[in-house]
């Protein structure tokens, strides 16, 4: 004789109407549109506070406690293995930072300036660095500001400049696997890490040569100018600082994007790369091996190097602010800001609600051309009234990867169009955090930046072409939909 369930657990379930549906997204729109923009409180309670809205709301659908905390923890399952990548990209920064991979191609990007092409430098530089050190941030705050100090100096165009160095910050930040939005993107869709950063160079090559083209044909009417001294003393600190052994110190970077091309498993990949950054800290730089391992937990300090003759207390703040970074515990607060979003996803979506809205948003939209531009209205729409972009990945991400593979499209193309219109254009929106940050470093307002930011714009038209042609668009065969389908 079987037992009976609990009252609770056989509530009646009813499908919510699109004004019901609504509330939720409505509350998240206007607590992140007033709190987070205008209050400047903090994302994560307002992700929470979401939450609690969309809780209520399924509630009074009828579902229980134990579905919606089980919904959410299903949802926190899916993503936990990019999640353990986040963190091990902390730790890959911090001994890429200790081992000197990163110091040495800064070092080697500042020596090769050339005042005659400064803008297209800038572009190919900052990008590479952003690459490598997955920060847009850290690059533009870093060597975009050493290349600033170079325009300055050479009377040059400032807001072509900084307009490259957004658009290689962003380059190398979108396809680097240490990038917290790129793996986000790839979490948000259930998509591979590698795969997501390969489809993307169908929108971001191009947008990016187009960019270079555009630098090369305007170039700077600075062409007798001189080097600032700010970037003789950077490349002066980081010469004194570590010891330069090319082919040494560019294996951990040679291993990541092997494996990449290979397509093997990312976490052993970068902890493989770990280890080599690691021995070459020790051995190469001579740094401990005790303050080696506390620069995977808890970043790279320059106080950490021990070369003779150096003193970190002459060391000038651009440096230590190229430097200091990475670690585990970095990734912290990008983690919590996906916990707090994946909460609220699951919470919405074990309602129907996510199902009502995109069924709503997708009415009419049959072609792949359609369903590709109302994604990127989205995008665009979440990062104008949101301003955060991990939230503006997070959220369309969730909503939109059923209706891809409904329609046979695999997901790394929504992944790869959310990049496209969210990533790449929060910092030419002078509103948003990315934006105040890129005109208050590189001192140029972010609508005088905007038009040389060119790659950051253009990846759009690209995105739309490709949809129109059919170019560069991922479908499923009958056997991976099903797949994707039993991951939903």
Sequence with gaps: MSTPLPAETTREHRTPSVAVAAIPVITLIALLGFGYILAELPVEPLLVASAIVAGIVAWRLGYTWD???????????KTMPAILILITVGALIGSWMAGGTIPMLIYYGLKIINPAYLALIALVVTSIVSL??????GSA????VAFMGVAVGMNANLAMVAGAVVAGAYFGDKLSPLSDTTNIAAVATGVNLFDHIRHMLWTTLPAFLTSAVVYLIFGLNSTGGTVPEKVNTILATLDAAFTWNILLLLVPVVIVLGGAMMRKPTIPVMLISIVVAMFNAVVVQGISFK??????VNGFNVEMVTASGFS??????DVTRLLNRGGMNSMMSVLLICFCAITFAGVISVSGSLDVLISRLLVGVKSTFALIGATIITGLATIGITSNGQVSILIPGEMLRSAYIQRGLHPKNLSRTIEDSVTVIEPILPWTSAGAYMAGTLGVATLS?????????????????WAATGIGIA??????????????
């Design 291 to 296: 303050d080696t391992v506390v620069s995977t």
């Design 312 to 317: 970190a207390d002459t060391v000038i703040e």
């Design 475 to 488: 479908r499923l065969t009958p056997q991976e939909q099903e797949v994707f389908a039993a991951a939903e």
């Design 132 to 137: 490598c050190t997955g920060t847009s941030w």
């Design 141 to 144: 705050g870093t060597i975009g």
């Design 67 to 77: 579905e919606i905390i089980g919904s959410v923890a299903q949802k926190i399952a």
């Design 449 to 465: 930046y905007l038009p040389w930011a060119v790659s950051n714009w253009i990846a759009i038209g690209f995105a739309l072409l």
